[in-house]
């Protein structure tokens, strides 16, 4: 089955930076990886997705970037804001349709 | 905006009870998923649903569990006889078919006392 972790379990980054979170994943036939946020007592919430046909994808001050080779996603998020201070997880969608998440990242965000 | 709507927002129970959490998925989606969080930790897959039958689902989702769709809108999930390590946030999410995003509801806080 499909393994999903992440480096760092903690990320503290003073405001205005970019941030960088990275996750790994073990199967290298999964073709489709999202990055949710999740902030204290709500849902996962949508960030941003790519398929394994792109190697980056880029949104409003976030971009995703995959490497197939070594099997490595990351989220950078440009000059990081108070508001962007959560959990955040990357998940994969396993061949058929099970998402699985990885361990998640606390961001933490210095004023 | 459609969303995932969960009920009840919070539900506590005594241990060996059974519980019901209850889903609406959003109403053009096609697959259906219930995860668990225990606080502080990942969100781990419990069982997906598609085409009104289990598609898959983890080690987690022994006999004691069970999910259905009673009729076009709500998604259960039920578990028979609650254990003081069920204690956790149960979240439903659905999606619509192909590679796309899954939709997550506030989820519903479980305590088994």
């Known amino acids: 089955g499909e393994s999903v972790g992440l480096h760092l379990p903690t990320l503290s980054v003073q405001e205005g930076d970019n941030s960088i979170i990275n996750c790994a994943y073990s199967?290298?036939?999964?073709?489709?990886f999202i990055w949710y946020k999740q902030e204290s007592g709500k849902g996962p919430q949508f960030i941003i997705d790519?398929?394994?046909?792109?190697d980056k994808r880029q949104g409003q001050r976030v971009t995703v970037l995959l490497n197939k080779t070594v099997k490595h996603l990351s989220l950078q998020i440009a000059a990081t804001q108070p508001g962007d201070s959560a959990v955040y997880f990357c998940?994969?969608?396993?061949?058929?349709?099970?998402?699985?998440f990885g361990a998640g990242t606390i961001l933490r965000v210095k004023s | 905006e459609p969303e995932v709507t969960q009920t009840p927002s919070h539900q506590v129970t005594q241990m060996g009870q059974e519980v019901i959490l209850r889903c609406v998925p959003i109403?053009?989606?096609?697959?259906f998923y219930w995860y668990r969080q225990i606080l502080g930790q990942k969100v781990e897959f419990l069982v997906s649903?598609?085409?009104?039958?289990?598609?898959?689902k983890s080690e987690i989702f022994d006999d004691q569990f069970s999910v259905e769709r009673p009729d076009g809108s709500n998604f259960t999930l039920k578990i028979r006889s609650t254990k003081l390590e069920d204690s956790a946030m149960y979240f439903c999410?659905?999606?619509?078919?192909?590679?796309?995003?899954?939709?997550f509801g506030q989820g519903t806080r479980l305590t088994v006392v």
């Open positions: 109403s053009n989606h096609l697959y």
């Open positions: 649903f598609y085409n009104n039958e289990i598609s898959e």
């Open positions: 999410a659905s999606r619509k078919t192909g590679p796309t995003e899954a939709f």
């Open positions: 199967n290298s036939a999964s073709d489709y």
């Open positions: 998940a994969v969608l396993e061949y058929g349709n099970k998402l699985v």
């Open positions: 790519i398929r394994s046909n792109m």
